[in-house]
């Protein structure tokens, strides 16, 4: 009985030693967490890593654009030296459409989907073919620096396209500070021209408008196809036309190469119509119409600077005051959008 007792305790001692052993790895959650913790740390680490590069990127290549777009009006005006403003138009749209059609066709990139068409053709109406018309009707008879002032109002007029078209309600704020920039621009144009608006006033204010509406609609394509394929279409769209306008053109409009025309037709034809578009659209897909057109802010004082060293055009003191009066409005629409 002794024995038998004392076999069962043994047993008995066994039994829970071993019930205790078996039962300890579903009752140890510590290791799983500490296991689990590494990754958990990890993440926050790496995953914002891509967007922040893309933005980093995205605002090189609107700043890339903007600069472009501030030698456009300098370009012009050299261009006007010898060949006439709807010639001018008109071979700068061939020239691009020519260079967007081989870079399309060279890499086999298909049609865009019939639903971007509408989009596509507010595009070529807006920055191919309006702004670049009505800017070089103005400058024939207005200073870069003049318009550029003026054309500084494209940030808020960006601004309020994309509000309208997004269907998004910005604040007091940023409606009190857009309309103080225009009437700030609107003083200056007035002053400039002797008390009323010039011709040259009603094309620059044209152009704010139809530019506008194609930098939102540009943007908004930007964000679905390439940039480069947002204005590379656009220019092909519009090349049967722009091939019978430039014929026309030529037929009844002065055509001279000289050094400086040669330059500006080049500048704006590759430069500014086509490079600077791809990285502007680029640009705002990967950051944004808002903040885009904040970097927007320093195109016309740029283009003041031009204005002096290529063109040797005399500044009034109106024209940086006015500019930097725009600018901070801007930045005061910028915030207000948040």
């Given at each position: 009985?002794?024995?038998?007792?004392s076999?069962?305790?043994?047993?008995?001692?066994?039994v829970?030693?071993?019930?205790?052993?078996?039962?300890?790895?579903p009752?140890q959650p510590?290791?799983?967490?500490?296991?689990?913790?590494?990754p958990?740390?990890?993440?926050?680490s790496?995953?914002p890593a891509p967007p922040?590069?893309?933005?980093?990127?995205g605002?090189?290549?609107a700043a890339?654009?903007?600069v472009?777009f501030?030698?456009?009006?300098?370009a012009?005006a050299?261009?006007?030296?010898?060949?006439?403003p709807?010639s001018?138009?008109?071979?700068?749209?061939v020239?691009?459409?020519?260079?967007a059609?081989g870079?399309?066709l060279?890499l086999?990139?298909p049609v865009?989907?019939?639903a971007h068409?509408?989009?596509?053709?507010v595009?070529?109406?807006?920055?191919?073919l309006?702004?670049?018309?009505?800017?070089s009707?103005?400058l024939?008879t207005s200073?870069?620096?003049?318009?550029a002032?003026?054309?500084?109002?494209?940030?808020?007029?960006?601004?309020?396209?994309?509000?309208?078209?997004?269907?998004?309600?910005?604040?007091?704020?940023?409606?009190?500070a857009?309309?103080?920039g225009?009437?700030a621009?609107?003083?200056?144009?007035?002053?400039?021209?002797g008390?009323a608006?010039?011709?040259?006033?009603?094309?620059?204010?044209?152009?704010?408008l139809?530019?506008?509406?194609?930098?939102?609609e540009?943007?908004?394509?930007a964000?679905?196809?390439?940039?480069?394929?947002?204005i590379?279409w656009?220019?092909?769209f519009c090349?049967p036309?722009t091939?019978?306008?430039?014929?026309?053109?030529l037929?009844?409009e002065s055509?001279?190469?000289?050094?400086?025309?040669?330059?500006?037709?080049?500048y704006?034809a590759?430069?500014?119509?086509?490079l600077?578009l791809l990285?502007?659209?680029?640009?705002?897909?990967?950051?944004?119409?808002p903040?885009?057109s904040?970097?927007?802010?320093?195109?016309?004082l740029l283009?003041?600077?031009w204005?002096v060293f290529l063109?040797?055009?005399?500044?009034?003191?109106?024209?940086?005051?006015?500019?930097v009066?725009?600018?901070?409005c801007?930045?005061?629409?910028q915030?207000?959008?948040?």
């Open positions: 009985m002794k024995a038998q007792d076999a069962t305790a043994s047993r008995g001692i066994t829970p030693t071993t019930t205790a052993t078996t039962a300890t790895p009752t510590a290791p799983p967490e500490q296991a689990a913790t590494p958990r740390r990890a993440t926050p790496a995953a922040v590069d893309r933005r980093r990127a605002t090189v290549q890339l654009g903007v472009a501030s030698l456009t009006f300098p012009t050299w261009g006007l030296e010898g060949i006439g709807w001018l138009v008109g071979l700068r749209c020239l691009s459409a020519l260079i059609g870079c399309l060279a086999r990139v865009p989907p019939r068409w509408g989009g596509l053709a595009v070529a109406c807006g920055v191919v309006g702004f670049p018309l009505l800017t009707l103005a024939q200073s870069t620096a003049h318009a002032v003026v054309v500084g109002l494209l940030p808020l007029t960006t601004a309020a396209f994309s509000a309208l078209r997004t269907g998004a309600r910005p604040s007091r704020t940023f409606w009190t857009a309309v103080t225009a009437v621009v609107l003083g200056f144009t007035v002053q400039q021209s008390g608006l010039s011709t040259a006033d009603v094309y620059l204010f044209g152009a704010l139809v530019c506008a509406a194609g930098y939102t540009g943007g908004r394509l964000r679905v196809l390439p940039g480069w394929q947002v590379g656009a220019l092909v090349l036309l091939v019978a306008w430039t014929a026309v053109a037929a009844h055509f001279e190469l000289t050094p400086h025309s040669t330059a500006g037709l080049l704006s590759i430069g500014s119509q086509f600077g990285v502007w659209y680029r640009g705002m897909a990967a950051i944004g119409i903040k885009a904040q970097l927007q802010l320093a195109q016309p283009t003041l600077v204005s063109l040797g055009e005399d500044l009034t003191a109106a024209a940086p005051l006015t500019a009066a725009v600018l901070v801007i930045a005061v629409t915030r207000a959008r948040g």
